[in-house]
């Protein structure tokens, strides 16, 4: 059966630091990975989507990148951290042909201080 | 731009009421359009989804949605509401033949009184 991870599961970090929160899948073979942030009181936002390695969409801009080294991991990075990238973030994967259908990690619960 | 609202951000009702949670969309054509539930701290799980076809679809836990096309609605029902049903409740929709990510509504919290 197909298992997703995401850690770390809870991170405090300071204004200016770096992040990096890495998501991998198991069981299954070329998923779509999405990375989506869920800030207090609001919806959940797209920030990257990915079809494929070397595939990576961005639905914003600012100091969030995403990376995709292998086909099963997916990466969020920051250089620089800012008060506003706190927040929850889900990493989600669906199979190619599944429409919607999107599995989620438990969440990385980012606060920035 | 397609975008989807939710224009209850918080209900709460009784243990063993009937629940509705409204969900509203804008899209130039039908859109294919799910309900996650997420509990608190977690990831999100499917509940349902609609592609086509019968307009009224059943999900897990009980669950039921009805699609609308007058209305560009796609409501959340269940008629006997669980005390561990207490829950935040994304509608979400994807464009079909489009690329394959999730607008999400902005969520409903959901509580339930014993």
């Known amino acids: 059966s197909q298992t997703i991870h995401q850690w770390p599961a809870t991170l405090v970090q300071p204004v200016g630091s770096p992040l990096s929160l890495e998501c991998t899948v198991e069981?299954?073979?070329?998923?779509?990975l999405y990375w989506y942030r869920q800030a207090a009181g609001r919806g959940l936002q797209l920030l990257f989507y990915?079809?494929?390695?070397?595939?990576i969409s961005s639905e914003v801009p600012q100091n969030l990148s995403a990376s995709r080294p292998q086909d099963r991991q997916f990466i969020l990075s920051s250089k620089k951290l800012l008060l506003s990238d706190s927040g929850f973030y889900l990493c989600?994967?669906?199979?190619?042909?599944?429409?919607?259908?999107?599995?989620f990690g438990e969440g990385s619960r980012l606060t920035v201080l | 731009a397609q975008s989807v609202t939710q224009p209850d951000i918080h209900i709460t009702v009784s243990e063993g009421a009937s629940l509705e949670l409204r969900c509203n969309y804008s899209?130039?054509?039908?859109?294919?359009l799910f309900w996650y539930v997420q509990s608190p701290g977690q990831g999100l799980q499917l509940l349902l989804k609609y592609f086509s076809g019968d307009t009224l679809v059943q999900g897990i836990k009980g669950f039921e949605a009805e699609f609308k096309r007058s209305q560009s609605s796609f409501n959340l029902r269940k008629p006997s509401v669980h005390w561990s049903d207490a829950a935040e409740y994304f509608c979400a929709v994807v464009a079909p033949g489009g690329r394959r990510a999730l607008t999400f509504g902005s969520g409903t919290r959901l509580q339930v009184q014993p």
């Open positions: 990915s079809i494929g390695i070397d595939q």
């Open positions: 989600a994967w669906s199979a190619g042909r599944v429409i919607g259908e999107l599995f």
């Open positions: 899209y130039g054509a039908t859109p294919y």
């Open positions: 069981g299954t073979s070329n998923p779509n």
